[in-house]
C-alpha cells in the first residue's frame, strides 16, 4: 500500500541545500522542531539566517557574583545551587535562586512568578540582569534571566568567545538551542548569500560586506564587531525602504494631477485681520508651504506636524477657506465625537466674524440631523464639515470636495483614509498629526510625504511649570491640587493601571477615584478608562470640558481629544511607567488657557535621569529624540498603516549619518532609474520588493 504525500508538504530536496528550502530539511531539526521554529517566523533557511540576535552577553562587563552591591544595577553569570518556593503573609509566593560562582553566591528572587520553579533547575547556568537590594542579606530581584547552560553541559557557554550572541526565543525553544542551530549552519548558508551593493559603494560608507556583516553579528569576537555587522545590515534596510518611499512619492506626482487653487485673498484674508493674535513664524512658513500645494496642479499630499498647542488647527482653517474661496468644499476627519465637536467650537467661534458656520456629523446624532447635514452636503450649501467616521459612510456625498483634513491621521488606517478622499474628484489631503517625531524618524514613516512642522506655541498660552516629586512630598502635593481646584482650577489625575494587582505595585485609577472623592468630599471627582464604553467615556469627559468636575482621574486615554482651558494641573503617578513622547502628550492636555499650568511628576521610586531630563524641556522635537534614543527604532516605529515598514536593524537616530547616505543614493538611483530595470539596479529592486510587499506595484509602473 502506497501513500501520497500532502500537497503542502514540500517534497525533500533531492540537490545542494537553499536558501528557500523548507528548515526542517536541514540536518538536526525536522518536524517537531520547524514547528517551534515557525512560532519565530522561521520556515525556511534563509529565515534561520536571518533570525538575528536581539542582544549580546558582552562576558567582560559582567559583575562577579561577590561585587553586586546594593544599590547597583548589575549583569552576573551563575550556576544554580539552590531554588524554592517562599509564601509571604500576604498570600504572594515568591521564588528564590541561589546563584554561584567562583567569587561567591548571589540570591536572587521573582516575586509573584512561583511557576519559575517548573523552569529553573538546579545546576544551570543563568545569566541575570536587574537591581540589587538588602533584605535579610543582599538580595537581586533580576528584571531577566536567560539559560545559558543546562544542568549536564560541560561547555563553558562563552567558550567560543567573550561575546555571547542572545537569540529571540520561543516556548520549547530556548535561545541556547537556536544559537546552537544556527552556528550549525552559518557557513553554508552565508556562502549562498549575494551582495547586491557594490564593493566600490561599500568601501565609500566603510561598510563591510554582506557576507562579512552576518559572521559578524551571529558570530562576533568583540562587541564593536557586532556592532560593525549591525550597521551594514542597518543600511540594507534603510536603503530599501528609502527606495520605495521615493519611488512611491515619483509614482505619486506623476498620477497626481489635482485642483490648481487660485489665491483669491477673499476669506483668507478676513481670517487673518479677525485673529485676535498674530500668526507665529512656523505656521506663516507651514501656510506659504500649503498654499503652494494647493495652487500647484498636482494634488496636496502634506502631513502637518506640530507640536501639542502649536495651533495645527488655524492653519488648517487657512487652507480650508482658500478651498472654499474657490467654490469647493472642505472637510475635516477627527477619530473621535469629543475631538470632533472641540474642533467644532473652535471653527464656529474663528468664523464667526466671517459669517460662516461648519457644520458637524457625527455618529450620535439623530438620523433626522444627519439626514439634514448629508443633504446640504450633497446641494452644495454646506461648505466646511467637521466630523468623525461618520463622514466615510457611503450614504454621505459631496457636491464639490476640494481638500480634506484628517486630524491624528495615525487613529485611521489607510482605507479609512481613502474612503473620504474617494468622495471628491481628486480633493488635496491634508495630514495632521500632534506627535513630534525627530528628523530621522521623519524620513523613515513619513519619506513618501511632504512635511510641514510646527515647534513653537502662539503667544498668549499660559506656561507650565514641570516638577519632580517624591513619595515623601505627597501630601503637600495633594493639599496644593486641593488648594487650585477650589479655586476654581481643575486636574487631571493620570495613572498606569485601570485596577490595582498583585503582579504590580501600582496605583490604579479606579482606587484613586475612590479615594479622592472620599478625601475631597468639596470637589466632584470623574473617572475614565480604556474600559468604559466610548459614550461613557465621552459622556464624563464633557462633564469635565464643561466644568462639572473638578478633578479627573483617568488612564492614558486623555492623551489627546480634550481641551480644557481652566484645567491647570497635570499629576502623573508612576511617571517612569511611561514613554517620554506619552508624558509629553498627557503634559498638553494642561496649558491650554491663559493661567499659569503645573505637572507633577510623582514617583514614590528614585527619579531616573529621563525624568529630569524630560521636566527641563517642553520641546516636543527634543523629547521626542531623547525618547527615540531611549526606545529605540523598533518600539516606535511598529507597523506603518500604510503597509508594513519594518525597520528591525536600525537605530536612529545613532544611525542618521546611513539614513542620509541611504536617502540620497535613493534619489539618485531612482532619478536615473525610475523603476530600477537596468540589469546593475535589478537585484535592488528584487530586495526592496522581498522586503516590502507593497513595493510590487510601485515598480511595476514604468
Known sequence: MTTSRSSKSPARPTGAIRLDTPVKFLKGIGERRAEQLERLGIRTA???LWHLPHRYIDASTVTPLVRAEVGQEVACIGRVVAKGVVPTRRGLRIFHAVLRDDSGVLECVWPGQAFLDRTIVVGQTLLVSGPVRFYHGRQMAPREFVVLADPDSEVDPLAGGKVL??????????????????????????????????????????????????????????????????????????LDLQLMLIRARTVAKRSRSGVAFTVRRDLTTRLRESLPWQLTDDQHRALREITADMIAPDRMHRLLMGDVGTGKTVVALFAMLLAVENDFQAALM???????????????QLLAPLSLRPELLLGRQSPGEKQAVRARLAAGHARLVVGTHALMQESVSFHRLGLVVIDEQHRFGVEQRAALIGKGAAPDVLLLTATPIPRSLALTLYGDLDVSTLRHRPPGRGTIRT???????????????????????????????????????????????????????????????????????????????????????????????????????????????????????????IGRGTEESFCILMSDTEAADRLHAFAGTQDGFRIAELDLAERGMGDLIGARQSGGVEV?????????????????????????????????????????????????ELFRVG
Open 46 to 48: 534563509q529565515d534561520l
Open 165 to 238: 550572541p542572545v537569540y529571540p526565543a520561543t516556548e520549547g525553544l530556548s535561545h541556547k538551542i537556536i544559537r546552537g542551530l544556527v552556528e550549525r549552519h552559518l557557513d553554508a548558508l552565508i556562502a549562498l548569500s549575494d551582495d547586491v551593493l557594490p564593493e566600490p559603494l561599500r568601501r565609500s560608507l566603510a561598510l563591510p560586506s554582506l557576507q562579512d556583516a552576518l559572521r559578524a553579528v551571529h558570530r562576533p569576537a568583540t562587541a564593536a564587531e557586532a556592532e560593525l555587522g549591525r550597521r551594514r545590515l542597518a543600511f540594507d534596510e534603510l
Open 334 to 348: 477627527a477619530p473621535t465625537e469629543l475631538l470632533a465637536e472641540q474642533h467644532a467650537v473652535t471653527l464656529e
Open 467 to 589: 516638577a519632580v516629586r517624591s513619595g515623601a512630598q505627597r501630601e503637600r502635593v495633594m493639599e496644593f491640587v486641593r488648594e487650585a481646584c477650589g479655586r476654581g482650577r481643575q486636574a487631571y489625575v493620570v495613572l498606569p493601571v485601570i485596577e490595582e494587582s498583585e503582579r504590580a505595585d501600582l496605583r490604579a485609577a479606579t482606587t484613586m477615584a475612590q479615594s479622592l472623592a472620599a478625601r475631597w468630599p468639596e470637589l466632584r471627582v470623574g473617572l475614565v478608562h480604556g474600559r468604559l464604553k466610548a459614550d461613557e467615556r465621552d459622556d464624563v469627559m464633557r462633564r469635565f470640558r464643561a466644568g462639572e468636575l473638578h478633578v479627573l482621574v483617568a488612564t492614558t486615554v486623555i492623551e489627546v481629544g480634550i481641551d480644557v482651558p481652566s484645567a491647570t494641573i497635570m499629576l502623573i503617578e508612576h511617571p517612569e511607567r511611561f514613554g517620554l513622547a506619552q508624558l509629553h502628550q498627557l503634559r498638553g492636555r
Open 648 to 696: 528591525r536593524h536600525a537605530q536612529l537616530p545613532a544611525d542618521d549619518d546611513l539614513l542620509t547616505r541611504a536617502r540620497q543614493l535613493a534619489i539618485d538611483l531612482i532619478g536615473a532609474d525610475p523603476a530600477l530595470q537596468r540589469a546593475e539596479n535589478q537585484q535592488l529592486r528584487a530586495r526592496a520588493v522581498a522586503r516590502y510587499p507593497r513595493a510590487v
